[in-house]
């Protein structure tokens, strides 16, 4: 069975980090762009950031250019998702998703994150 799961989301006061890990079962990263997305309580979905299958280029939306930086390890099928300078608005949670150039996508379950003061 393929699929994706999310850890190492939790508790933490702003200006804290946290490192998020996307893992796969069943199938390999390699050829599957894969972006993280986060929804709060009340809000839609957005999309964090994410990288290519091609040439590992990324993107980071605006408001957590600088603080996040995405990774991937193909031989451990896994991606992720390294949070520092945590703010409350951070607060939600967190989802992978796996996108071959052509097929289906795959989504995780998710890991919440919260950000307290």
């Known amino acids: 069975q393929l699929q994706l799961v999310e850890s190492g989301g939790g508790l933490v006061q702003p200006g804290g980090s946290l490192r998020l890990s996307c893992s796969a079962s069943?199938?390999?990263?390699?050829?599957?762009?894969i972006g993280w997305f986060r929804q709060a309580p009340g809000k839609e979905r957005e999309g964090v950031s994410c990288?290519?299958?091609?040439?590992?280029?990324?993107y980071y939306a605006d408001s957590v250019k600088g603080r996040f930086t995405i990774s991937r390890d193909n031989a451990k099928s896994t991606v992720y998702l390294q949070m520092n300078s945590l703010k409350p608005e951070d607060t939600g949670v967190y989802y992978c998703?796996?996108?071959?150039?052509?097929?289906?996508?795959?989504w995780g379950q998710g890991t919440q994150v919260t950000v307290y003061s």
């Open positions: 990288i290519s299958s091609s040439d590992d280029s990324t």
């Open positions: 998703k796996a996108k071959p150039i052509f097929g289906r996508a795959y």
């Open positions: 069943g199938f390999t990263l390699d050829y599957y762009a």
